[in-house]
């Protein structure tokens, strides 16, 4: 996979990879009915990309292996969204990102590609997540045009309190929500303050990763910020 200059591609791969904080993201960020089917141990991040080239500026992916409680295997595709505004064309994308997966696969059953969109940009996403409304007089034509939605995790519209997960993960996701803030520099203490609940050695090395992306993508937050 080529090397990814975008510091806040860089940042959500950093933190995802790790397999106990990917875990963490998707048992606080997928739906119940889907998690129960999951066995969450069995977690593998791939290395593999389906952006675009010319998407690269916008867009990164990340794509979990996990198996079925009935040992089946399942894919998690995630798409990090970080656009100043909703890309209305991002179910159009999905699809073919999904389709390269599968395209990749030897086995005669397709596995099921459960799409997920992580989004920081400065307004909502207000754009409908169903593939199907992005297709003219789609319901005339219902039984011949794809049908999927994507989960989305909107960080623009999310409070503090809905941020979920382990210190290390809200950490990441509070400091990608703020990240474009123009008073990010008074929200750092505070978010900062929730690694005191982790293990002093693993929050020091993740202190390390945080600090590396707020100097690599704002330059607003100082070194006097910093410390």
Do not use: C
């Not at 798409?79 to 890309?87: G, I, M, N, R, V």
């Not at 992580?118 to 593939?131: E, N, V």
């Not at 011949?144 to 519209?157: K, N, V």
């Amino acid at each position: 996979m080529d090397e990814i200059q975008n510091p806040h591609d860089q940042f959500v791969r950093a933190v995802l990879s790790k397999p106990k904080l990917a875990r963490d993201f998707l048992q606080n960020y997928l739906p119940p009915k889907v998690i129960e089917k999951l066995n969450l141990a069995t977690l593998k991040v791939t290395q593999e990309s389906f952006v675009d080239e010319q998407l690269r500026q916008h867009h990164t992916d990340l794509i979990f292996r996990i198996k079925t409680n009935n040992n089946a295997k399942v894919f998690v595709y995630i798409l990090l969204e970080h656009k100043s505004a909703p890309d209305s064309l991002v179910a159009f994308q999905l699809l073919r990102y999904i389709v390269r997966i599968w395209e990749k696969e030897k086995s005669k059953k397709l596995p099921p590609i459960i799409p997920m969109v992580l989004y920081h940009g400065r307004s909502r996403w207000t754009i409908s997540r169903k593939f199907e409304n992005l297709v003219e007089n789609a319901p005339d034509f219902g039984e011949f045009i794809p049908r999927f939605d994507y989960e989305m995790i909107d960080l623009s519209a999310s409070s503090e309190t809905e941020i979920k997960g382990q210190a290390m993960l809200q950490v990441a996701l509070s400091t990608l929500r703020h990240i474009f803030s123009p008073n990010i520099e008074k929200k750092l203490t505070e978010i900062f303050s929730l690694l005191k609940q982790s293990e002093e050695q693993s929050a020091v090395e993740f202190l390390g990763t945080v600090l590396r992306y707020l100097t690599a993508a704002d330059d607003k937050v100082t070194e006097e910020d910093i410390r």
